[in-house]
């Protein structure tokens, strides 16, 4: 298929900024690359919060942070209704009378801090919902759709690595998308279900667990999603993961 | 073949195009049009695959377990006629799979071990924008009438027309924002299969017939009820309760 595609480059990109600052890949390096390849300010990467609303894990700027702070002071703006709705939100002007009307306290307090643009994709795969990448742009315009469709690849790869580090896995230099979704078959996600059944937990704990155990057992995703669909494996809260 | 059912033909056009309706659900749209498919055309088998945002195929919809199967493993070995459809935009067909070893190496054995003896492939097209492929497999070498392929390319074609429509005119998004909607739609559909096969100690397969029978009687969307099965706001006794004629809470 279609590989050396958008995948390849921006992770091919990741990497070599990586590599660049002699630092393993990170949050931050995927933040930093997507500033690097994308016609935005700054970038933040923020997760479903338990105490507040989110919880910001990944900032590039001063205005990136200002913004997602401004967000959980006032309880109103695109990185909120991302994470409650699991939609993607795209502002190409922030000054327009129905943002204005849709945050009317945000929308003018971000303009001050020098924000124009907002496009803020949700990281979720399924029910499963990890957060979201937010691009914030100092004036307004759209984002061209060859770069919207980049956005959406580093909103994945960042995804990845959310979900790798709550699975404790340690994420190499090569692909993550061994333990990944994009190219998982349907029994990674039954057995998901299955798991947030057996467990009694939510369906973002039951895939953490999946993908620990299969990082553990030096196993393929789907391998360990198949024997849990045909019930050779169960979980048990005695498992460690 | 046999004479085509023209009122079935109909309507399942005006349900194709028909995606700016309340309860549109995609992951049903994609399932009733290989099943239509199925039904109409006179094949023993369909499936459907659509592009995500990276521009790679996955498969939404298959009418039977064994073609599904198939399908990934067009994708996985990266050889098949969906593949050659999808890239060139153009329809594919093979008459008899058993000599098309030479044209796809892995694809053709494993299509014909599947029991499969006759492909093609529809595109699905909008002008320059190619957004997936409409694949049709016969049991028997057969030569599907051209004016078979003709309501299979404007049955998909419809159906195209109806996914751009429903990205663009529903919620002003991007087609990148729908088919990533599309695809999470599908996930959610998976997981909460598992959560119905674990709780009822039945396979995903059986779990998702109750979910569809289910989604169909009370009229739900199929991934609100996925959703509901998964938070738990509607039990797996209830979906079980076949001679419930209440409808639950929406």
New interface residues.
């Given amino acids: ?2 590989r050396g ?3 390849d480059q921006v992770w091919g990109a990741i990497t070599a900024h990586a590599a660049a600052r002699g630092v393993p890949v990170s949050l931050h390096v995927l933040c930093e690359t997507a500033i690097a390849r994308l016609p935005v300010t700054g970038v933040a990467v923020a997760i479903p919060g338990g105490f507040l609303a989110s919880e910001l894990i990944c900032v590039t700027d001063p205005l990136s942070r200002r913004l997602e702070e401004l967000q959980l002071t006032i309880g109103e703006g695109p990185t909120l209704e991302a994470l409650a709705a ?3 939100i ?1 502002v190409e002007d922030l000054d327009a009378p129905e943002y204005h009307k849709r945050w009317p306290l945000f929308a003018p307090q971000a303009i001050d801090a020098g924000a124009r643009a907002i496009f803020v994709m949700p990281l ?5 919902r990890g957060g979201v990448f937010a691009l914030y742009v100092n004036r307004s315009g759209r984002l061209p ?1 060859n770069d ?2 980049e956005a ?2 580093f909103a994945q790869f960042a995804l990845e690595l959310v979900l790798n580090e709550r699975s404790r896995i340690i994420t190499q230099d090569g692909y993550p998308l061994a333990y990944g ?3 998982t ?3 990674v ?10 467990l009694g937990v939510t ?1 973002g704990e039951a895939f953490a667990r999946l993908r620990a155990r299969a990082f553990a057992d030096d196993l393929p995703l789907s391998e360990l999603a198949t024997d849990v ?1 045909t019930r050779r494996i169960r979980f048990t809260h005695g498992d460690t993961g | 073949m046999e004479p085509m059912n023209e009122a079935l033909l109909v309507q399942t056009f005006v349900k194709l195009a028909d995606t700016l309706v309340d309860e549109f659900d995609i992951v049903e749209f994609l399932h009733i049009l290989v099943d239509r498919c199925v039904e109409l055309l006179d094949v023993s088998a369909a499936g459907l695959m659509l592009a ?7 498969v939404m919809a298959s009418s039977t377990e064994n073609l599904r199967l198939l399908e ?1 493993f067009q ?1 996985q070995n ?1 050889d098949g006629p969906c ?1 050659d459809c999808y890239r060139t935009g153009q329809a594919v067909a093979h008459p008899d799979l058993a000599v098309a070893k030479d044209r796809w190496p892995r694809f053709a054995p494993a299509a014909t071990k599947a029991g499969f003896r006759t492909v093609h492939a529809l595109p699905m097209r909008l002008r320059t924008q190619i957004i997936g492929a409409c694949n049709l497999f016969h049991t028997n070498p057969h030569q599907l009438a051209l004016s078979v392929t003709q309501i299979g390319q404007a049955m998909a074609d419809v159906a195209t027309i109806g996914l751009i429509q429903e990205r663009s005119l529903r ?1 002003h ?2 087609l ?2 729908q088919l ?2 599309a695809l ?1 739609n ?3 559909v ?10 009822r100690s039945i396979t ?1 397969a059986e779990a998702f017939d109750l979910l569809r029978a289910y989604a169909r009687r009370h009229h739900h969307r199929l991934t609100d009820l996925a ?1 509901h099965v ?2 738990g706001s509607i039990t797996a006794t209830e979906l079980l309760n076949t001679t419930s004629t209440s409808p639950p809470p929406a």
């Avoid at chain 1, 979720?124 to 499963?128: D, S, T």
């Avoid at chain 1, 996600?189 to 057996?198: E, K």
């Fill in positions: 298929m279609t595609s958008r995948l699991s939609l993607s795209l979720r795969i399924g029910a499963v759709a919207l469709a959406w690849v979704h994009f190219e078959p349907p029994e996600h039954q057995a998901t279900g299955m798991i947030s059944v057996q369906m669909v | 995500d945002s990276y521009g790679r195929l996955q990934l994708l990266d593949l919620h998004e991007t990148i924002d990533q909607t999470n599908r996930i959610i998976e997981q909460a299969k598992g959560v119905l096969a674990e709780r995903p959703t998964i938070d």
